[in-house]
């Protein structure tokens, strides 16, 4: 069973930082494209930034300067980096993934349950 688990989350001041980890497990043969989703109640999902396999990276214009995105392929493990968080990145932050997994024998689709970051202003 491939799950993506995150961590990292919590509650920072304005100004803060704070560094969220994504490791993906399970039967992979490769990892494509990583990235993390915020969501706010009542609002939708919009992408905050993803990295490609090859370490191309693209980030949402009100993170741009604020946040990097990493991963470590060494330990299918992706990684934000927030600095100089606002209180309007208040959200649920959701990691997501690209694998070809031994089960699906197919590139799908992966989501990780979702951590808080709370930002107070």
């Known amino acids: 069973q491939v799950q993506l688990v995150e961590s990292g989350g919590g509650l920072v001041q304005a100004g803060g930082s704070l560094r969220l980890s994504c490791a993906a497990s399970?039967?992979?043969?490769?990892?494509?494209?990583m990235g993390w989703d915020r969501q706010v109640p009542g609002k939708q999902r919009e992408l905050v930034a993803a990295i490609t396999s090859g370490g191309s990276t693209n980030y949402a214009d009100s993170v741009k300067g604020r946040f990097t995105i990493s991963r470590d392929n060494s330990k299918n493990t992706v990684y934000l980096q927030m600095n100089s968080l606002k209180s309007e990145d208040t959200a649920v932050y959701y990691c997501?993934?690209?694998?070809?997994?031994?089960?699906?024998?197919?590139?799908?689709?992966?989501w990780g349950q979702g951590t808080q970051v709370t930002v107070s202003s």
């Open positions: 399970g039967s992979m043969f490769s990892i494509r494209r």
């Open positions: 997501n993934a690209d694998l070809f997994t031994a089960q699906t024998m197919s590139v799908r689709n992966y």
